[in-house]
């Protein structure tokens, strides 16, 4: 499998995970409907690239580096580096042991997909 496609399918499973996450969460019906769509529109470019991976793909660069930095973030908020006021955003079932460790795989998941994804300069 080439680096594109591993990117492709690390950004696929990292919007599974934050969208099954963000429908359990039980938080505001706004948050949950954000969550979603900005998710559905990520799967849409990871189908796109799929699809012709010969194509741009730097609209899929920037999802999962603005991934990167939302769980950079929660990870910030829920270590105590960053006070956001999301904490109860980034924490999931309450559990903060939890809660990093997920924002832990996910932020490794986003700079994975970003390292993918990034255009490789020619061989000489």
Known sequence: MDKI??????VLALVVAQT????????????????????AAAAFSTYLVLRRPDRNRWPLVAWSAGFFGWHVTGLLTLAGVATTGLDAVFT????????????????????FSVHFLLPRPAKR
């Open 20 to 39: 099954l996450s963000t429908l359990l969460s039980g938080d505001l019906a706004e948050l949950v409907v954000v969550g979603v769509v900005l998710n």
């Open 92 to 111: 999931l079932g309450g559990d903060p042991r939890l809660s990093i460790l997920y924002q832990a795989v996910l932020t490794t998941s986003a700079a």
């Open 5 to 10: 496609r591993a990117g492709c399918w690390s």
